[in-house]
């Protein structure tokens, strides 16, 4: 099974706008740290937030919040206000100490129109 | 400047010629790791490592080796690269702790003929 899916290959979000990207994950532990990242076209990834698993708020960072959602296993990505520089790949992921592996999800290319 | 640098960032070679990948980072960190990017299969964890000679497979392994002899370096090896080795790759290190974020090194585009 997936540790990460990602459901919305390409998203489309007009500029000022909110946007919402999907994520859902897997696991069976108890503790786990999720996060997003942000791979512009010139190809470096960019940490953009995170959450613990124990974090009782939602993670925010700047215009970037993450919707936590335990029980249904979800780590959606809210942009509020979007630019054009917002225009990228974005991936979710989920990090589980007993392993300490790290799983990628599959990526979300959203374009901001002007 | 804290960072991950790659080395080479482009490579174009032929099958079965042995390469290896350069990876070091300068902020102390324990944890490192190797990704391959592919078209609409995201990153896929290759090895990791929490250690100085402590390494362990991700999802992907076969074919690649890796090393960490000491703790800001940890190189990817292909012993005899396959054209399906073709990809993206990136480095990335981080604390020990579960609950830090990586960070990422440039990426290596490698092309295998």
């Known amino acids: 099974a997936q540790k990460i899916t990602q459901t919305q290959p390409g998203m489309f979000v007009q500029e000022k706008e909110a946007v919402t990207l999907d994520c859902t994950y897997d696991?069976?532990?108890?503790?786990?740290?999720l996060f997003w990242y942000k791979q512009p076209s010139s190809g470096e990834m960019i940490f953009l937030i995170y959450?613990?698993?124990?974090?009782?708020q939602n993670a925010t960072e700047g215009r970037y919040s993450l919707n936590f959602q335990k029980a249904r296993k979800s780590a959606n990505l809210v942009i509020s206000a979007s630019q054009l520089g917002d225009s990228a790949m974005y991936f979710c992921a989920m990090r589980e100490p007993r392993g300490n592996q790290f799983y990628f999800g599959t990526g979300t290319s959203l374009t901001v129109i002007p | 400047e804290a960072q991950v640098t790659q080395n080479p960032r482009y490579l174009i070679t032929v099958t079965g010629k042995k390469l290896t990948v350069t990876c070091s980072q300068n902020?102390?960190?324990?944890?490192m790791s190797w990704y391959r990017q592919d078209p609409g299969l995201g990153l896929r964890q290759i090895y990791y490592s929490m250690n100085v000679e402590v390494t362990d497979k991700g999802d992907v392994p076969e074919g690649y080796k890796v090393s960490r002899k000491e703790k800001r370096n940890f190189p990817l090896i292909l012993e005899s690269p396959s054209p399906n080795q073709t990809s993206l790759y990136f480095c990335?290190?981080?604390?020990?702790?579960?609950?830090?974020?990586?960070?990422f090194g440039p990426g290596t585009r490698l092309t295998v003929l």
């Open positions: 990335a290190s981080s604390l020990g702790t579960a609950f830090i974020e990586q960070f």
């Open positions: 696991t069976s532990d108890q503790s786990y740290g």
């Open positions: 959450q613990g698993s124990y974090d009782e």
């Open positions: 902020m102390n960190h324990e944890y």
